[in-house]
């Protein structure tokens, strides 16, 4: 079967009337970001804010006049109120979709706990991170999901290992994808590899909290979210409604990182979601030949501004080739070398992680009193 083309889903979309202009919603300039891939294809109606909570039934027309094409698997439209009413600057941005206002399912109901995995900056390998928590967390014996919140770098399918496309048992829900006993979902299933996502914000939060709420989680204990590297509006619209039972902050231990990861570290803070520590990535370097323990970018700056922040530090993790190597193969050293020092360090992080969040979930008890 051919493939859809962008073509064939514009004109499918001018035959969307908008109720209250009485024109197509392709004339009238509302349809934007469409991404199509395998079968799978996204796309976002630019609508004013006011009228965004009413038009549930413009967006759920338009997903279905799409999905009659040949060759379309499943279709996600995403409402997206950019402009304000007065006609001013495109500023504080809301995205309606899936769900009227005031009837929305919550993102995650069957999600015991989700932590979110964070950086002021990129580069600090907070992804290789939050796989190799998810997978620790998950030799711990917990049921975990992965959800890659970055839109414009996802990397979860390739450490992951995971190829293929999603399944839809209905067309408008997906399964997650599933790989070392851990479920995944990343837009960058839903994408060619190479396509870049020339998306702006509002259509990107509209697609995240879509791709939460219509995969098929399932019964999980713990739900690893790695956030986009920043501060930006993703990452403070995440934490706002996601409902996150913690984030954990990865830095590299030279002061410019350390600088954008306490930026991080006070958002955080700011919205009043715990923080569940500092891991200091990339601390130190052992020579493979002579075994000197090099520090490449410094050693011991995150730990030292965990003390600062009077916040845990939550281990150290080296560079080491090995771990970029496996990262890169879609085999996380946590799996792959299950015995190396490495991967007893993720171990180590993801254990402290999950006591922490046992007390967190607790909540507060009394003194405890020991008995000599």
């Not at 109720?19 to 609508?47: E, N, Q, T």
């Not at 993703?234 to 409902?243: A, I, N, P, Y």
């Amino acid at each position: 079967m051919a493939a859809v083309t962008e073509q064939q889903i514009v004109d499918a979309l001018k035959h969307i009337v908008d109720p209250d202009k009485k024109a197509d919603i392709v004339s009238l300039g509302m349809v934007s970001g469409i991404a199509v891939k395998d079968g799978h294809v996204a796309f976002a109606i630019d609508v004013e804010p006011q009228r965004g909570p009413h038009l549930e039934p413009l967006r759920k027309a338009a997903e279905e006049a799409v999905h009659k094409l040949p060759g379309v698997l499943t279709v996600a439209a995403v409402l997206t109120a950019e402009r304000n009413v007065d006609g001013g600057p495109k500023g504080a941005a809301h995205a309606h979709h899936g769900h009227a206002q005031g009837e929305e399912k919550p993102l995650l109901p069957h999600v015991k706990a989700v932590i979110a995995v964070a950086s002021g900056k990129g580069g600090v390998g907070k992804s290789t991170t939050a796989t190799n928590l998810a997978l620790a967390l998950s030799q711990l014996g917990l049921k975990v999901g992965l959800f890659d919140a970055d839109i414009y770098g996802p990397s979860m399918p390739r450490m992951l290992g995971i190829t293929g496309d999603p399944v839809s048992p209905d067309g408008q829900s997906l399964l997650p994808m599933e790989n070392y006993g851990v479920k995944c979902m990343s837009i960058g299933f839903l994408v060619p590899e190479d396509s870049p996502i020339i998306w702006r914000g509002p259509m990107v939060m509209g697609a995240l909290q879509q791709l939460l709420r219509d995969v098929h989680w399932g019964e999980l204990d713990v739900m690893v979210i790695d956030m986009p590297p920043g501060t930006g509006d993703t990452q403070l619209t995440m934490s706002q409604t996601v409902g996150l039972t913690g984030a954990v902050i990865v830095s590299t231990p030279q002061d410019i990182a350390l600088l954008d990861a306490r930026k991080g570290l006070n958002m955080f803070r700011k919205v009043d979601v715990p923080v569940l520590g500092i891991i200091e990535n990339m601390s130190y370097y052992i020579c493979p030949k002579c075994g000197d323990n090099a520090h490449i970018f410094g050693h011991g700056g995150a730990k030292a501004e965990a003390t600062r922040l009077s916040c845990d530090f939550l281990g150290e993790v080296p560079l080491d080739i090995a771990i970029r190597e496996t990262s890169d193969r879609g085999e996380p050293i946590v799996v792959s070398k299950p015995s190396s020092p490495h991967a007893k360090a993720y171990r180590d992080i993801a254990a402290k992680v999950w006591e922490k969040v046992q007390v967190l979930q607790a909540g507060p008890k009394g003194p405890k009193i020991s008995y000599e």
